[in-house]
């Protein structure tokens, strides 16, 4: 009888589907830290909205990244296999 831990696909094309998984996340993650490291045009003085402050844009980029590691390391660590 098959519990409801065991997967139908073999632990090769899971191992696959993981690190495909982890560089599309991956991949994407450097899209968002290229956006926010990309200088910005200078604002003009007088705006009416304020300009984001550098150290939380780079905050709102690392906590992801952790985020991401954590998660993938624990989902590599759940996998049946390993």
């Known amino acids: 009888m098959n519990s ?3 997967s139908m696909l073999s632990p090769t094309l899971l191992t696959a589907l993981f690190w495909m998984a982890v560089a599309i996340c991956g991949v994407a993650q450097l899209f968002i830290m290229r956006a926010v490291f990309r200088t910005l045009p200078a604002a003009p003085t007088n705006s009416a909205v304020p ?3 550098r150290w939380a844009e780079i905050v709102q980029v690392l906590l992801p990244i952790i985020g ?3 998660l993938f390391y624990g989902a590599w660590r759940a996998m049946p296999f390993v």
């Open 51 to 53: 300009a984001p402050r």
């Open 4 to 6: 409801p831990s065991h």
């Open 68 to 70: 991401l590691v954590a």
